[in-house]
């Protein structure tokens, strides 16, 4: 059905379409020839809107079904996200900007003392660094790094680490990590306080910005933890989110600009709002991952997990493909509420049987992949499944196929996806007889 134009086309017409990035190399013509199925995206030359092409075949003689949904519809869900993302990259460059500014106007300010105007020009340009380092990488673990790296080269020490709280076990984790060459240095260790210094450093960190211990081996219990570090002197700066600590910056061993606090109190402002923005990030990947209906995982999920398998090769795979009989006619007998409600118990059987690889595809299709995998257990779980939804008498088609040496995950798929197609046809000829 079509409400967009006055005549109907032909679909090969789309190759000539420019498709958008990542979708160039989809041949649509020999995509629906082949009887496939996937996704194409491109602008449309009548509405001018960014449009989503998902086709699939009716395995209906050689039918083919072609949904298109404008991106505004396809991301609706993301947009609030996306928003707030916006907004709070907005607040940072504004925040950046009126510091700088300020920072431009000190600088001209003391033209009077040489050494000073080299000093502040050294402190705006290891800042203008740190906010570089953020706002070009899209991979916020790897900003981070790079911004301990630059922290750690201004004070020429010799480690630096981000330790974050953990109010239940009562220790500080190591959760960044950054020495020489070495991006990962010290990551995952644990600094666990006796409740006399737990009280003192949070106590310290309400009261200031900036904590700097020159000699750690004066103080027993001090060098006790720090020892198995190599650490002489820790110069710290807490971490606070909502106006709590969550944690704090240590620069351990700094041989330089000890007495400069400028650049350490600044750094919690980047810290904090990349974290808060990899906290969003993660968010944004989850939800863009997961099913709303069924809470399982969905076809971009599937499709992530697919292209992986395919430059792997993987021993004891097996595959299960389920196919709910029947939805349409529920739908248009009971209502979309009462299919939905029988799509959300068919996924709940799924993801009690095999709750961390399963996938939600389609409308009424749904998908295991199990690696390093037994084909005794595989087929365990093949057959609870077919017990449980016998048992809770909801009408599925399955299908499954093993390997042990997989070198194509496509080629098991079809392969369970053909049993699964022989199911279907048997329903039909029981619903025929």
């Given at each position: 059905m079509d409400q967009w134009h006055k005549e109907l086309g032909n679909a090969y017409a789309m190759e000539k379409r420019k498709c958008l990035k990542d979708y160039e190399n989809v041949d649509l013509k020999e995509e629906t020839k082949a009887q496939k199925t996937g996704v194409i995206a491109?602008?449309?030359?009548?509405?001018?809107?960014?449009?989503?092409?998902?086709?699939?075949?009716?395995?209906?003689?050689?039918?083919?079904?072609?949904?298109?949904?404008?991106?505004?519809?396809?991301?609706?869900?993301?947009?609030?996200?996306?928003?707030?993302?916006?907004?709070?990259?907005?607040?940072?460059?504004?925040?950046?900007?009126?510091?700088?500014?300020?920072?431009?106007?000190?600088?001209?300010?003391?033209?009077?003392?040489?050494?000073?105007?080299?000093?502040?020009?050294?402190?705006?340009?290891?800042?203008?660094q740190c906010a570089t380092a953020?706002?070009?990488?899209?991979?916020?673990?790897?900003?981070?790094?790079?911004?301990?790296?630059?922290i750690m080269e201004y004070f020429k020490a010799d480690r630096i680490g981000i330790f974050l709280y953990d109010p239940v076990r009562k220790f500080y984790l190591n959760k960044y990590g950054y020495a020489g060459t070495n991006m990962q240095s010290g990551i995952g260790d644990i600094l666990e306080f006796p409740d006399r210094l737990l009280s003192k450093i949070e106590k310290v960190f309400e009261t200031s910005q900036v904590c700097y211990i020159s000699d750690i081996e004066s103080d027993i219990e001090l060098d006790k933890i720090w020892k198995a570090r190599e650490t002489h002197s820790v110069l710290a700066v807490p971490l606070k989110k909502n106006g709590?600590?969550?944690?704090?910056?240590?620069?351990?061993?700094?041989?330089?600009?000890?007495?400069?606090?400028?650049?350490?109190?600044?750094?919690?402002?980047?810290?904090?709002n990349s974290l808060i923005a990899k906290e969003q990030q993660e968010q944004l990947q989850f939800m863009s991952y997961w099913d709303s209906l069924t809470s399982m995982y969905n076809r971009n999920k599937y499709m992530q997990v697919i292209e992986k398998y395919q430059s792997q090769k993987l021993?004891?795979?097996?595959?299960?493909?389920?196919?709910?009989?029947?939805?349409?006619?529920?739908?248009?007998?009971?209502?979309?509420?009462?299919?939905?409600?029988?799509?959300?118990?068919?996924?709940?059987?799924?993801?009690?049987?095999?709750?961390?690889?399963?996938?939600?595809?389609?409308?009424?299709?749904?998908?295991?992949?199990?690696?390093?995998?037994?084909?005794?257990?595989?087929?365990?779980?093949?057959?609870?499944?077919?017990?449980?939804?016998?048992?809770?008498?909801?009408?599925?088609?399955?299908?499954?196929?093993?390997?042990?040496?997989?070198?194509?995950?496509?080629?098991?798929?079809?392969?369970?996806?053909?049993?699964?197609?022989?199911?279907?046809?048997?329903?039909?000829?029981?619903?025929?007889?």
């Open positions: 491109f602008q449309s030359q009548t509405t001018g809107q960014i449009l989503y092409m998902y086709y699939m075949p009716l395995q209906v003689f050689d039918w083919e079904l072609e949904t298109f949904v404008p991106e505004e519809a396809a991301f609706k869900k993301l947009n609030s996200l996306k928003q707030s993302l916006i907004l709070v990259a907005i607040i940072e460059i504004a925040l950046l900007c009126v510091y700088f500014a300020g920072n431009i106007y000190s600088i001209r300010k003391l033209t009077e003392s040489k050494k000073e105007t080299e000093k502040q020009l050294h402190i705006s340009d290891t800042l203008l953020l706002s070009i990488n899209q991979d916020k673990d790897q900003a981070i790094s790079r911004l301990l790296q630059i709590q600590s969550i944690g704090f910056v240590c620069v351990e061993n700094a041989r330089a600009r000890v007495e400069d606090v400028t650049v350490l109190s600044t750094i919690p402002f980047f810290v904090v021993n004891k795979v097996g595959v299960i493909y389920l196919d709910l009989n029947g939805l349409k006619v529920i739908d248009d007998r009971d209502g979309h509420e009462a299919g939905d409600k029988l799509i959300c118990k068919a996924a709940q059987i799924i993801c009690e049987v095999c709750p961390e690889n399963a996938y939600r595809i389609g409308g009424d299709e749904f998908v295991v992949i199990e690696p390093e995998q037994r084909q005794e257990e595989f087929k365990r779980k093949v057959t609870a499944l077919q017990e449980k939804v016998r048992q809770e008498k909801i009408s599925v088609s399955i299908g499954s196929a093993w390997e042990e040496h997989c070198q194509d995950i496509n080629h098991l798929l079809k392969e369970a996806d053909k049993f699964m197609y022989a199911e279907k046809q048997k329903y039909y000829k029981s619903k025929e007889d």
